[in-house]
């Protein structure tokens, strides 16, 4: 896996599900489980048992003149808790040589930069400081591309979209994504309402006056929703539509009623012969 420098999100999401993978299996996800709120805690190096005051006891019985079951007992207890020492001893480095393991593997796919900025000798520790740092790059990544994406929407030429219903959803997925981005863009009316009605006059320019009027309040209370908005802008496509499609027809069955007009005048001619027929006939 190269290393990480988050250049997208992706990377991040990636990288966290690899950490975990690498984490368990090094049995090491248990101490360090950011919803866990009372882990086991790492081990601390345990200490050496104290030679000299073994020696010391020692010597002191013998100068008091203790009898020789005195420095054995010293000495069992000695070896007994030199015993112990080693068997915590092997436990503690095991553990140390499986949080180096996973610091190496850290410190191959993570930034140096970030390493740097973020390191911590406890491995819970700095996993979340690791965590915060990502998320925050990652949340200026968002911040970024949902400016981009506002600029691209509201500031680009005013033009008649192909498909007017697409554009309306374009317009929402461009604010929920500055929602998702924690910009404050969409909570301000006016910031956003002014260059959509921009936008929107090449092909709606008497539904935007009405929509002025209709939200006046909310607009001056600046509680606007886009998504309000988004449901009237769907209503007057739709119904504009409509009317375009009704005028069409009664255009094309006008032209029907020109025809029929026609065919009505021969055959009212025809009428006017008739009774000339019935004529010679008698």
Not at 147 to 176: G, H, L
């Amino acid at each position: 896996m190269s290393k990480i420098i988050l250049a997208v999100a992706d990377d991040w999401r990636t990288w966290k599900c690899e950490f975990r993978s690498q984490a368990d299996m090094l049995d090491l996800w248990k101490f360090i489980d950011p919803e866990d709120e009372n882990p086991p805690a790492f081990m601390t190096k345990p200490a050496m048992p104290d030679a000299k005051a073994f020696l010391n006891k020692v010597s002191e019985a013998q100068a008091a003149g203790v009898d020789r079951d005195a420095s054995t007992a010293a000495l069992n207890e000695f070896i007994a808790r030199s015993e112990a020492y080693q068997v915590k001893r092997d436990v503690y480095r095991d553990e140390t040589e499986r949080k180096m393991a996973l610091r190496d593997w850290i410190s191959t796919t993570v930034n140096i930069n970030i390493q740097i900025l973020h390191q911590d000798g406890n491995l819970r520790v700095y996993y979340g400081k690791l965590l915060a740092c990502f998320d925050a790059h990652a949340l200026r990544l968002a911040r970024a591309k949902a400016i981009n994406n506002w600029n691209d929407f509201f500031y680009a030429t005013p033009r008649v979209p192909q498909d007017p219903m697409k554009w309306v959803d374009e317009f929402v997925s461009v604010m929920r994504e500055a929602d998702s981005a924690e910009l404050p863009l969409t909570k301000c009316a006016l910031v956003w309402l002014l260059p959509l009605q921009q936008q929107a006059e090449p092909f709606l320019e008497i539904s935007m006056v009405a929509m002025q009027s209709q939200f006046r309040k909310e607009i001056e209370d600046d509680s606007l929703s886009y998504t309000k908005i988004a449901e009237f802008l769907r209503f007057e496509i739709s119904l504009k539509a409509r009317v375009q499609n009704n005028s069409h027809q009664g255009g094309e069955g006008g032209e029907g009623g020109e025809g029929g007009g026609g065919g009505g005048g021969g055959r009212g001619r025809g009428g006017r012969r008739r009774p000339k027929n019935k004529a010679r006939s008698s």
